[in-house]
């Protein structure tokens, strides 16, 4: 289904983008914004039942932007019926061209869409590690994926690894998928001051130099095998664990009981985004260990903040890390890159090179080109 217009009118679901701090929201909001900085000629509608405080202003100041929400007592009352069943006949009245789904799924009745919808899939972690998921979870996910990926005239994949995957566990023919990578916010591009620094390591009460590992704790992202290969280095630094905690945290704490480190190794939970880049230039080292994901955006963000990377050679962890990032496959060379930390050199023309496939304008006209 091809588009020639001049001008297109090109629908989001914004839902994410209006109401999530984190993963979905941050793409969302990335693909959201570099439309509308990239191409003021098209027009865009951004559809989201609700609209959280903090982000009422997000797209103020854009004159071809319009945002969509329930206006009726239904829609007002029953939020993801209004988002499921009411926003297509909106499409087709607005006459739109183009409707994304950003966040793995599209309004039931879709098909009723007279222009061309996209959706785009993040990973399918509950199909390839459903030792991670409730059942009833993978079950709805599974039918609410699968839908929207038949129903859709193109799937986006935000990694190769996403793309086999929807190909393997869907059964989705290949043909109508489109890898089209993701960036990370771009305050990560900004370099921190020294007094900013200083003040976010009192603020979170660090010391002058640590590892740091960022990422919801969970056992799919392995912190315990970070914790184990750090204590194992035996070195004179500290550990740093920046996300939301779950029981999983608990293991964590038990770990570090039993070999009295809890001098060496912090927790932070609730942490402001804004922190991110200077917590991320404070540190020596930044590890993400995961054991799978879809594409892996805190691999992104310690590249662009310039800090020395240690990744888990895993899924599409590769795929963003390139060759501009240590891997490790066992906890002994996790080991070993602690151990060594101090005299990993950070190769900047690789680290330049891979993020330069990251680049908004690469992405948002790769994106595009996927809507014409």
Known sequence: MAITKSQLKIAFDAKRAFNNHTGLGNYSRFVIKGMLDAYPQHVFYLFTPSIKLEFAKLFEGYTNVHVISPQNIFGKTFKALWRTYSITGMLNKLGVDVYHG???????????FKGKSIVTIHDLIFLRYPQYYKIIDRLIYKRKFTKACLDAHVVVAASKQTASDI??????DSRKIEVVYQNCDEQFDKKITSKELEAVREKYNLTSSYFICIGTIEPRKKQLMVLKAFHQ?????????????????????????QNHIADKVHFIEGADFFDFPALYQNASMAIYASEFEGFGIPVLEAMRSGVNVAVANTSSLTEVGGDAVNYFETSAQLTALFKNAESLIINHDKVQNQLGKFSPQVLIAQLLKVYS
């Open 233 to 257: 280095s035996n070195i004179n630094n500290h550990l740093v664990f920046v996300g939301k905690h779950t029981n999983y945290t608990e293991e964590l704490h038990q770990y570090i009981s």
């Open 167 to 172: 190909h393997f566990f869907l059964g989705i």
């Open 102 to 112: 950003l966040s793995n799924e599209l309004p039931a009745n879709i098909k009723s």
